[in-house]
Protein backbone atom coordinates (compact mmCIF):
# COMPACT_ATOMS: atom_id res chain seq x y z
CA UNK A 1 0.00 0.00 0.00
CA UNK A 2 1.84 3.65 -1.38
CA UNK A 3 0.62 6.81 -1.01
CA UNK A 4 1.14 8.68 -4.12
CA UNK A 5 2.79 11.22 -2.53
CA UNK A 6 4.86 12.29 0.46
CA UNK A 7 2.40 12.90 3.63
CA UNK A 8 1.99 16.60 4.37
CA UNK A 9 0.49 17.73 8.07
CA UNK A 10 -2.51 19.72 7.42
CA UNK A 11 -3.43 18.59 4.31
CA UNK A 12 -7.14 16.70 4.08
CA UNK A 13 -6.91 13.64 3.21
CA UNK A 14 -9.74 11.03 2.31
CA UNK A 15 -9.93 7.17 2.40
CA UNK A 16 -12.58 5.12 0.62
CA UNK A 17 -13.19 1.76 2.22
CA UNK A 18 -15.99 -0.26 0.65
CA UNK A 19 -18.13 -2.98 2.24
CA UNK A 20 -18.59 -6.63 1.42
CA UNK A 21 -20.75 -9.50 0.01
CA UNK A 22 -19.93 -12.39 0.81
CA UNK A 23 -21.24 -14.48 -2.29
CA UNK A 24 -20.06 -18.02 -0.79
CA UNK A 25 -17.73 -19.86 1.50
CA UNK A 26 -19.17 -18.86 5.39
CA UNK A 27 -17.73 -19.01 8.06
CA UNK A 28 -14.70 -21.31 6.83
CA UNK A 29 -12.10 -18.78 6.38
CA UNK A 30 -11.32 -19.19 10.60
CA UNK A 31 -10.49 -22.89 9.17
CA UNK A 32 -8.29 -21.66 6.54
CA UNK A 33 -10.26 -22.58 4.17
CA UNK A 34 -11.23 -20.63 0.56
CA UNK A 35 -14.60 -17.95 0.44
CA UNK A 36 -15.95 -15.92 -2.76
CA UNK A 37 -16.88 -12.63 -1.71
CA UNK A 38 -16.82 -9.05 -3.63
CA UNK A 39 -16.10 -5.64 -2.33
CA UNK A 40 -19.21 -3.71 -3.22
CA UNK A 41 -19.74 0.09 -3.93
CA UNK A 42 -20.96 1.03 -0.57
CA UNK A 43 -18.64 1.89 1.84
CA UNK A 44 -17.17 4.71 4.23
CA UNK A 45 -14.95 7.71 3.76
CA UNK A 46 -12.83 8.92 6.84
CA UNK A 47 -11.23 12.23 5.51
CA UNK A 48 -8.73 13.73 7.78
CA UNK A 49 -6.07 15.83 8.62
CA UNK A 50 -2.99 15.36 10.37
CA UNK A 51 -1.94 16.42 13.79
CA UNK A 52 1.04 17.19 15.52
CA UNK A 53 0.97 14.77 17.97
CA UNK A 54 -0.15 10.78 18.43
CA UNK A 55 -4.04 11.97 19.14
CA UNK A 56 -6.62 10.84 16.83
CA UNK A 57 -10.18 12.37 16.98
CA UNK A 58 -12.95 10.89 14.78
CA UNK A 59 -16.57 12.17 14.55
CA UNK A 60 -19.37 9.97 12.97
CA UNK A 61 -21.29 11.73 10.75
CA UNK A 62 -23.88 9.86 12.30
CA UNK A 63 -25.23 10.95 15.43
CA UNK A 64 -25.48 7.52 16.88
CA UNK A 65 -21.94 7.07 17.19
CA UNK A 66 -20.66 9.83 19.90
CA UNK A 67 -16.49 11.13 19.59
CA UNK A 68 -13.74 8.86 19.91
CA UNK A 69 -10.15 10.06 20.80
CA UNK A 70 -7.18 8.57 22.02
CA UNK A 71 -3.68 8.56 21.91
CA UNK A 72 -1.95 6.24 19.74
CA UNK A 73 0.26 3.52 21.46
CA UNK A 74 1.09 -0.25 21.87
CA UNK A 75 -1.09 -0.60 24.49
CA UNK A 76 -4.58 1.39 23.80
CA UNK A 77 -7.28 0.46 26.37
CA UNK A 78 -10.58 -0.92 24.60
CA UNK A 79 -13.52 1.46 24.96
CA UNK A 80 -16.79 -0.80 26.30
CA UNK A 81 -17.95 -3.72 24.38
CA UNK A 82 -19.54 -3.26 21.18
CA UNK A 83 -18.25 0.62 20.92
CA UNK A 84 -17.62 1.30 17.76
CA UNK A 85 -14.64 3.06 18.81
CA UNK A 86 -13.04 -0.03 19.43
CA UNK A 87 -12.59 -0.57 15.76
CA UNK A 88 -10.30 2.54 15.55
CA UNK A 89 -8.49 1.48 18.06
CA UNK A 90 -7.81 -1.96 17.17
CA UNK A 91 -6.28 -0.43 13.53
CA UNK A 92 -4.21 2.14 15.96
CA UNK A 93 -2.28 -0.43 18.36
CA UNK A 94 -1.73 -2.80 15.69
CA UNK A 95 0.29 -0.32 13.89
CA UNK A 96 2.08 0.71 16.05
CA UNK A 97 3.02 -2.35 17.65
CA UNK A 98 3.63 -2.86 13.94
CA UNK A 99 5.80 0.25 13.06
CA UNK A 100 6.73 2.06 16.85
CA UNK A 101 5.34 5.80 17.36
CA UNK A 102 3.08 7.05 14.88
CA UNK A 103 1.29 10.51 14.66
CA UNK A 104 -2.56 10.73 14.88
CA UNK A 105 -5.08 13.23 13.07
CA UNK A 106 -8.56 14.29 13.27
CA UNK A 107 -11.17 12.62 11.23
CA UNK A 108 -14.50 12.88 10.00
CA UNK A 109 -16.49 9.29 8.88
CA UNK A 110 -19.16 9.14 6.74
CA UNK A 111 -20.59 6.07 5.77
CA UNK A 112 -23.32 4.23 3.19
CA UNK A 113 -23.19 1.07 4.98
CA UNK A 114 -25.93 -0.24 7.08
CA UNK A 115 -24.32 -0.94 10.62
CA UNK A 116 -24.46 -4.59 11.69
CA UNK A 117 -25.72 -5.78 8.64
CA UNK A 118 -22.96 -8.51 7.50
CA UNK A 119 -21.83 -5.96 5.45
CA UNK A 120 -18.25 -4.95 7.19
CA UNK A 121 -19.17 -1.97 8.25
CA UNK A 122 -16.52 -2.64 11.41
CA UNK A 123 -13.70 -3.99 9.25
CA UNK A 124 -14.58 -1.21 6.41
CA UNK A 125 -13.62 1.22 9.60
CA UNK A 126 -10.48 -0.28 10.64
CA UNK A 127 -9.25 -0.31 7.18
CA UNK A 128 -9.93 3.29 6.36
CA UNK A 129 -8.63 4.44 9.90
CA UNK A 130 -5.57 1.76 8.95
CA UNK A 131 -5.50 3.45 5.61
CA UNK A 132 -5.32 6.97 7.52
CA UNK A 133 -2.17 6.37 9.54
CA UNK A 134 -0.08 4.94 7.28
CA UNK A 135 -0.68 7.87 4.68
CA UNK A 136 -0.28 10.00 7.53
CA UNK A 137 2.84 8.93 8.68
CA UNK A 138 4.49 7.61 5.23
CA UNK A 139 4.05 4.20 5.82
CA UNK A 140 5.06 1.43 3.30
CA UNK A 141 3.11 -2.24 3.42
CA UNK A 142 2.87 -5.07 0.79
CA UNK A 143 -0.75 -5.54 0.53
CA UNK A 144 -0.84 -8.96 1.75
CA UNK A 145 0.97 -8.09 4.83
CA UNK A 146 -1.57 -5.59 5.61
CA UNK A 147 -4.73 -7.69 4.91
CA UNK A 148 -2.83 -10.04 7.85
CA UNK A 149 -2.10 -7.69 10.01
CA UNK A 150 -5.97 -6.11 10.24
CA UNK A 151 -6.95 -9.50 10.09
CA UNK A 152 -5.77 -9.86 13.15
CA UNK A 153 -5.51 -6.79 14.59
CA UNK A 154 -9.45 -6.42 14.65
CA UNK A 155 -9.47 -9.39 17.01
CA UNK A 156 -8.67 -6.80 19.80
CA UNK A 157 -12.71 -6.37 20.00
CA UNK A 158 -12.75 -9.42 21.22
CA UNK A 159 -14.18 -11.72 17.96
CA UNK A 160 -12.15 -14.47 16.85
CA UNK A 161 -12.80 -13.70 12.99
CA UNK A 162 -11.40 -15.07 9.97
CA UNK A 163 -9.37 -12.85 7.18
CA UNK A 164 -11.85 -12.80 4.15
CA UNK A 165 -13.03 -8.98 5.22
CA UNK A 166 -9.96 -6.95 5.35
CA UNK A 167 -8.63 -9.10 2.35
CA UNK A 168 -11.49 -8.01 0.56
CA UNK A 169 -11.68 -4.41 1.59
CA UNK A 170 -7.95 -3.99 0.57
CA UNK A 171 -7.98 -6.23 -2.29
CA UNK A 172 -11.21 -5.64 -4.08
CA UNK A 173 -11.20 -5.79 -8.01
CA UNK A 174 -14.12 -3.69 -10.04
CA UNK A 175 -16.29 -6.04 -11.97
CA UNK A 176 -14.53 -9.07 -10.15
CA UNK A 177 -15.13 -11.84 -6.93
CA UNK A 178 -12.29 -12.91 -5.52
CA UNK A 179 -11.38 -16.21 -4.41
CA UNK A 180 -9.10 -16.09 -1.55
CA UNK A 181 -7.26 -18.88 -0.01
CA UNK A 182 -6.11 -18.29 3.87
CA UNK A 183 -2.90 -21.01 3.73
CA UNK A 184 -1.59 -19.04 2.19
CA UNK A 185 -2.80 -15.82 1.43
CA UNK A 186 -3.68 -15.50 -2.01
CA UNK A 187 -6.57 -13.70 -3.79
CA UNK A 188 -7.52 -14.81 -7.59
CA UNK A 189 -9.99 -12.40 -9.08
CA UNK A 190 -13.00 -14.24 -10.94
CA UNK A 191 -14.67 -11.74 -13.48
CA UNK A 192 -18.64 -11.54 -12.71
CA UNK A 193 -20.39 -12.08 -15.92
CA UNK A 194 -21.95 -8.75 -16.78
CA UNK A 195 -25.28 -10.68 -17.01
CA UNK A 196 -25.69 -11.49 -13.38
CA UNK A 197 -27.07 -9.10 -10.65
CA UNK A 198 -25.90 -9.04 -6.83
CA UNK A 199 -28.87 -8.01 -4.82
CA UNK A 200 -28.51 -7.49 -0.67
CA UNK A 201 -31.20 -7.61 1.29
CA UNK A 202 -31.23 -6.36 4.74
CA UNK A 203 -33.51 -8.79 7.08
CA UNK A 204 -33.59 -5.54 9.44
CA UNK A 205 -32.39 -7.70 12.18
CA UNK A 206 -29.29 -6.30 13.73
CA UNK A 207 -26.21 -8.75 14.07
CA UNK A 208 -23.58 -6.63 15.67
CA UNK A 209 -20.17 -8.72 15.26
CA UNK A 210 -18.92 -7.30 18.37
CA UNK A 211 -22.44 -7.04 20.40
CA UNK A 212 -24.59 -10.09 20.99
CA UNK A 213 -23.75 -12.35 17.89
CA UNK A 214 -19.55 -12.19 19.22
CA UNK A 215 -20.58 -15.32 21.65
CA UNK A 216 -22.03 -17.12 19.42
CA UNK A 217 -19.59 -16.98 16.61
CA UNK A 218 -16.52 -17.34 18.77
CA UNK A 219 -18.48 -20.22 20.28
CA UNK A 220 -18.19 -21.84 16.47
CA UNK A 221 -14.88 -20.90 16.17
CA UNK A 222 -13.65 -23.44 18.83
CA UNK A 223 -16.37 -25.90 18.03
CA UNK A 224 -14.61 -26.06 14.89
CA UNK A 225 -11.40 -26.52 16.28
CA UNK A 226 -12.72 -29.38 18.85
CA UNK A 227 -14.47 -31.26 15.93
CA UNK A 228 -11.06 -30.91 13.50
CA UNK A 229 -8.81 -31.98 16.37
CA UNK A 230 -11.06 -35.19 16.95
CA UNK A 231 -11.28 -35.94 13.54
CA UNK A 232 -7.36 -35.89 12.63
CA UNK A 233 -6.49 -37.60 15.91
CA UNK A 234 -8.64 -40.51 14.65
CA UNK A 235 -7.22 -40.25 11.61
CA UNK A 236 -3.13 -40.75 13.20
CA UNK A 237 -2.94 -36.60 11.02
CA UNK A 238 -0.24 -34.94 12.74
CA UNK A 239 -1.24 -31.42 11.20
CA UNK A 240 -4.30 -30.59 12.40
CA UNK A 241 -5.67 -28.03 10.38
CA UNK A 242 -8.65 -28.42 7.90
CA UNK A 243 -6.51 -27.28 4.65
CA UNK A 244 -4.01 -30.52 5.35
CA UNK A 245 -7.28 -32.59 5.88
CA UNK A 246 -8.85 -31.97 2.49
CA UNK A 247 -5.38 -32.25 1.11
CA UNK A 248 -5.13 -36.18 2.06
CA UNK A 249 -8.58 -36.79 2.32
CA UNK A 250 -11.58 -37.05 0.46
CA UNK A 251 -15.14 -34.99 1.84
CA UNK A 252 -16.79 -38.08 1.94
CA UNK A 253 -14.03 -40.10 3.67
CA UNK A 254 -13.69 -37.19 6.00
CA UNK A 255 -17.89 -36.89 6.88
CA UNK A 256 -17.57 -40.93 7.63
CA UNK A 257 -14.60 -40.55 9.99
CA UNK A 258 -16.55 -37.52 11.91
CA UNK A 259 -19.68 -39.18 11.92
CA UNK A 260 -17.96 -42.12 13.81
CA UNK A 261 -15.82 -39.32 16.36
CA UNK A 262 -17.74 -36.74 16.79
CA UNK A 263 -21.13 -35.82 18.90
CA UNK A 264 -24.03 -34.65 17.17
CA UNK A 265 -23.51 -30.58 17.56
CA UNK A 266 -19.63 -31.13 16.10
CA UNK A 267 -20.49 -33.79 13.12
CA UNK A 268 -23.09 -31.05 12.01
CA UNK A 269 -20.56 -27.94 12.43
CA UNK A 270 -18.01 -30.12 10.96
CA UNK A 271 -20.11 -31.24 7.97
CA UNK A 272 -20.96 -27.34 7.35
CA UNK A 273 -17.22 -26.57 7.05
CA UNK A 274 -15.56 -29.10 4.53
CA UNK A 275 -19.36 -29.37 2.34
CA UNK A 276 -19.32 -25.05 1.86
CA UNK A 277 -15.59 -25.62 0.95
CA UNK A 278 -16.64 -27.84 -1.54
CA UNK A 279 -19.24 -25.81 -2.84
CA UNK A 280 -17.35 -22.66 -3.01
CA UNK A 281 -14.66 -24.69 -5.40
CA UNK A 282 -18.11 -25.51 -7.32
CA UNK A 283 -19.01 -22.07 -7.64
CA UNK A 284 -16.21 -20.65 -8.73
CA UNK A 285 -16.30 -23.41 -11.58
CA UNK A 286 -19.63 -22.47 -12.19
CA UNK A 287 -19.05 -18.44 -12.17
CA UNK A 288 -16.31 -18.99 -14.68
CA UNK A 289 -18.83 -20.90 -17.45
CA UNK A 290 -21.25 -18.26 -16.62
CA UNK A 291 -23.75 -20.74 -15.01
CA UNK A 292 -26.09 -18.54 -12.96
CA UNK A 293 -28.56 -21.56 -12.39
CA UNK A 294 -25.57 -24.09 -10.97
CA UNK A 295 -24.54 -20.96 -8.72
CA UNK A 296 -27.30 -20.31 -7.57
CA UNK A 297 -28.14 -23.91 -6.44
CA UNK A 298 -25.27 -23.88 -4.54
CA UNK A 299 -26.26 -20.96 -2.46
CA UNK A 300 -29.54 -22.68 -1.70
CA UNK A 301 -27.41 -25.26 -0.59
CA UNK A 302 -25.38 -22.88 1.77
CA UNK A 303 -28.12 -21.35 3.42
CA UNK A 304 -29.54 -25.18 4.21
CA UNK A 305 -25.89 -25.80 5.64
CA UNK A 306 -25.77 -22.90 7.32
CA UNK A 307 -29.32 -23.13 9.02
CA UNK A 308 -29.28 -26.86 9.54
CA UNK A 309 -25.99 -27.43 10.55
CA UNK A 310 -24.23 -24.37 11.63
CA UNK A 311 -27.19 -22.94 12.92
CA UNK A 312 -26.27 -19.02 12.30
CA UNK A 313 -29.44 -18.02 10.64
CA UNK A 314 -32.80 -17.05 12.54
CA UNK A 315 -36.13 -17.00 10.96
CA UNK A 316 -36.45 -13.33 9.61
CA UNK A 317 -33.26 -14.45 7.37
CA UNK A 318 -34.74 -18.33 6.33
CA UNK A 319 -38.30 -15.61 5.63
CA UNK A 320 -36.26 -13.25 2.97
CA UNK A 321 -34.12 -15.99 1.86
CA UNK A 322 -37.21 -17.91 0.55
CA UNK A 323 -38.67 -14.59 -0.37
CA UNK A 324 -36.30 -13.98 -2.79
CA UNK A 325 -36.19 -17.31 -4.23
CA UNK A 326 -40.05 -17.10 -4.35
CA UNK A 327 -39.23 -13.79 -6.32
CA UNK A 328 -37.11 -15.25 -9.02
CA UNK A 329 -33.15 -15.28 -7.76
CA UNK A 330 -31.54 -18.16 -8.83
CA UNK A 331 -30.17 -18.73 -5.31
CA UNK A 332 -30.21 -16.84 -1.96
CA UNK A 333 -28.38 -16.73 1.50
CA UNK A 334 -27.27 -15.02 4.38
CA UNK A 335 -24.13 -13.47 4.32
CA UNK A 336 -21.83 -12.98 6.52
CA UNK A 337 -21.88 -14.33 9.92
CA UNK A 338 -25.50 -14.42 10.54
CA UNK A 339 -27.85 -14.25 13.76
CA UNK A 340 -29.54 -11.78 11.45
CA UNK A 341 -28.09 -9.12 8.84
CA UNK A 342 -28.29 -9.22 5.12
CA UNK A 343 -29.70 -11.90 2.22
CA UNK A 344 -27.32 -12.22 -0.52
CA UNK A 345 -29.37 -13.28 -4.35
CA UNK A 346 -28.41 -13.69 -7.26
CA UNK A 347 -30.53 -13.09 -10.40
CA UNK A 348 -29.74 -12.50 -14.07
CA UNK A 349 -30.48 -8.59 -15.30
CA UNK A 350 -33.32 -9.04 -16.89
CA UNK A 351 -35.16 -10.62 -14.01
CA UNK A 352 -33.82 -8.09 -11.57
CA UNK A 353 -36.66 -5.55 -11.47
CA UNK A 354 -38.98 -7.72 -10.88
CA UNK A 355 -37.17 -9.09 -8.07
CA UNK A 356 -36.31 -5.99 -6.22
CA UNK A 357 -40.17 -5.00 -6.17
CA UNK A 358 -41.43 -8.48 -5.20
CA UNK A 359 -38.82 -8.62 -2.28
CA UNK A 360 -40.30 -4.99 -1.31
CA UNK A 361 -43.74 -5.89 -1.45
CA UNK A 362 -43.62 -9.32 0.19
CA UNK A 363 -40.99 -8.53 3.24
CA UNK A 364 -40.79 -4.86 3.50
CA UNK A 365 -44.23 -3.36 3.02
CA UNK A 366 -45.71 -5.79 5.80
CA UNK A 367 -42.79 -4.48 8.18
CA UNK A 368 -44.35 -0.68 7.36
CA UNK A 369 -41.08 0.40 5.72
CA UNK A 370 -41.40 3.56 3.68
CA UNK A 371 -40.25 3.76 -0.10
CA UNK A 372 -37.96 6.59 0.79
CA UNK A 373 -35.99 4.00 2.70
CA UNK A 374 -35.99 1.47 -0.16
CA UNK A 375 -32.53 1.67 -1.43
CA UNK A 376 -31.13 1.55 2.23
CA UNK A 377 -32.53 -2.03 2.79
CA UNK A 378 -32.89 -3.56 -0.70
CA UNK A 379 -30.32 -2.68 -3.86
CA UNK A 380 -27.97 -4.28 -6.43
CA UNK A 381 -24.35 -4.66 -5.54
CA UNK A 382 -21.30 -4.23 -7.90
CA UNK A 383 -18.16 -5.65 -7.24
CA UNK A 384 -15.88 -2.69 -6.77
CA UNK A 385 -12.08 -1.96 -6.35
CA UNK A 386 -10.82 -2.24 -2.99
CA UNK A 387 -9.55 0.65 -0.30
CA UNK A 388 -7.97 3.61 -1.83
CA UNK A 389 -6.21 6.83 -0.28
CA UNK A 390 -6.75 10.40 -2.55
CA UNK A 391 -5.86 13.60 -1.76
CA UNK A 392 -9.27 16.03 -1.23
CA UNK A 393 -8.47 19.10 -3.44
CA UNK A 394 -11.60 21.18 -3.50
C1 LIG B 1 -17.54 -12.27 9.83
C2 LIG B 1 -16.05 -12.43 10.02
C3 LIG B 1 -15.42 -13.10 8.80
C4 LIG B 1 -16.16 -14.41 8.48
C5 LIG B 1 -17.66 -14.19 8.40
C6 LIG B 1 -18.43 -15.47 8.22
O1 LIG B 1 -17.81 -11.38 8.79
O2 LIG B 1 -15.44 -11.17 10.18
O3 LIG B 1 -14.06 -13.34 9.06
O4 LIG B 1 -15.84 -15.41 9.40
O5 LIG B 1 -18.14 -13.54 9.57
O6 LIG B 1 -18.11 -16.07 7.01
Given amino acids: MRRNSSPVNGQTTRVIAPGRVNLIGEHIDYNGLPVLPVAI ?20 RDERFDPVRFSLSETIERGPPGHWGNYVRAAGQALCRARGPLRGFEAQIVSSLPIAAGLSSSSALVVGIALAIIAENGLEFAPRELMILLAEAERYVGTAGGGMDQATIL ?57 LAEVARTLGEPVPDYVTLRTHWDTSVLL ?28 VEAMRRCDLVGFGRLMVASQVSLREDYEVSCPDLDELVD ?19 CVVSLVGEEECDALLDEMWTEYYLPRGLAEQGRSE ?18
Fill in 323 to 341: CSLAAGAAGARLTGAGFGG
Fill in 171 to 227: GGRHGHALHIGFDPLVLLPIPVPDSWRIVVASSLVPAAKSGAARRVYNARVEECRQA
Fill in 41 to 60: DRGLEVTFRGSDDSVISCVS
Fill in 256 to 283: DVGKGALDDLHHRRFRHVLTEADRVTGA
Fill in 377 to 394: VLFVARPSAGARVEEVTA
